[in-house]
């Protein structure tokens, strides 16, 4: 499975760099690097679409936290247009949130579900393929593996459709810069789409090197997919 697009964040920039385009208009654009990860820096529907990600089905994976119930942080896929796509809102206390955004409407398909700490990294992976999305937080993987399930698994009955692509994004934030949502180690994935990549490297709660590293990930089949 070839990586598509991928991202550390690890370096100091005033925006997110090449990779992303930050969606404007009806979003917000005031996103960058601390060094460290991807953080927002004023209050707004923030969407940084990655380059190169435009598909039907999406294996996206990305490493994410938030400072309190107030501040979520998430991701996007299947993007066609401002006003059809999916999401995912992650906010601490709450847990996981999947939306459908068609026509410019919002509606909630599943959660909250899972556990999502406050101020803690969490791992989120996301595989939609045709109508059918599984969401995976942390090691929970494959119960084939001796891991938890999926935390989600929906299968849409009216979907949005078309090829599109995935980022990143925060909505509904009172916090910004380090004191609020952050992102790392994003990565998203061709071919393949009933795999997923499991870090060897996982500590419990910190980002490591990245998705993307043969020497440190394992693919993963997801049994029904």
Avoid at 1 to 22: H, K
Avoid at 145 to 161: A, H, K, Q
Avoid at 211 to 224: F, I, N, S, Y
Wanted: net charge negative; charged share 15%.
């Amino acid at each position: 499975m070839a990586i598509i697009a991928s991202d550390t964040f690890n370096v100091v920039l005033g925006t997110l760099g090449g990779l992303w385009t930050e969606l404007g208009a009806p979003f917000g654009t005031n996103m960058s690097q601390d060094g460290a990860s991807a953080v927002i820096d004023a209050v707004a529907w923030h969407m940084a679409l990655a380059a190169g990600t435009s598909r039907s089905d999406h294996n996206l994976q990305c490493w994410m936290q938030s400072p309190n119930s107030s501040n979520n942080v998430g991701l996007f896929w299947r993007y066609i247009d401002s006003s059809n796509f999916y999401f995912l809102h992650c906010i601490p206390a709450q847990g996981v949130r999947l939306f459908r955004r068609a026509g410019a409407v919002n509606t909630l398909l599943d959660g909250p579900s899972g556990s999502f700490g406050s101020a803690t990294w969490h791992r989120i992976a996301v595989v939609h393929v045709g109508n059918r999305i599984t969401v995976y937080i942390d090691q929970g993987y494959d119960t084939a593996f001796g891991r938890e399930g999926p935390i989600i698994d929906f299968t849409d009955g009216s979907p949005v459709t078309g090829a599109g692509g995935c980022g990143i994004t925060s909505t509904g934030n009172n916090a910004t810069g380090a004191n609020g949502p952050k992102w790392n180690d994003f990565c998203a994935r061709d071919g393949e789409p009933d795999t997923i990549y499991v870090d060897l490297d996982f500590n419990g709660g910190f980002p490591g090197e990245g998705w993307g590293d043969a020497a440190e990930a394992e693919a993963v089949g997801q049994a029904g997919l």
